[in-house]
């Protein structure tokens, strides 16, 4: 195996843009080229996979992804942290006349769009 330290030419899997125009266009290849080079420290090796690791959800799942993320912390902050936004869910002990599901304080069945059959 040849020391390339004596000559001061890396060889190109070494060489920093190729590490990273492999980590743009090829990731798993880049990912494995940096965690293999002996200069980059742990933290900046850890760095970079958390990156390439990000730049790859959001590639694989768009803004759509994003949003479904967002939406899902809102609701759990809305309904966790302020109950009483979501007492017209709460069950109200009445009964759909349509499907026999137990309604919530809304009246209005979720399952079939009913109500029930005490006149309310």
């Known amino acids: 195996m040849p020391n390339y330290h004596s000559s001061g030419k890396e060889p190109w899997y070494r060489q920093d843009g190729v590490i990273a125009l492999l980590t743009i266009f ?3 290849l880049g990912l494995i080229l940096i965690w ?4 980059y420290q742990k933290r900046t090796k850890i760095l970079w996979t958390a990156v ?8 694989f799942t768009g803004w759509f992804g994003v949003a479904l993320i967002l939406s899902a912390a809102l ?4 309904y966790k ?7 017209a869910d709460a ?3 009445r009964v759909c006349a349509y499907c026999g599901a137990q309604l919530p304080n ?4 979720p399952y079939c769009g009913g109500r029930s059959n005490d006149g309310e």
């Open 91 to 93: 069950p109200s002990g």
């Open 81 to 87: 942290k302020h109950p009483a936004l979501s007492a």
């Open 75 to 78: 609701w759990f902050w809305v």
């Open 106 to 109: 809304s009246g209005v069945c």
């Open 52 to 59: 390439v690791a990000g730049v790859v959800f959001l590639t």
């Open 26 to 28: 090829f990731p798993p």
């Open 36 to 39: 293999a080079h002996p200069r």
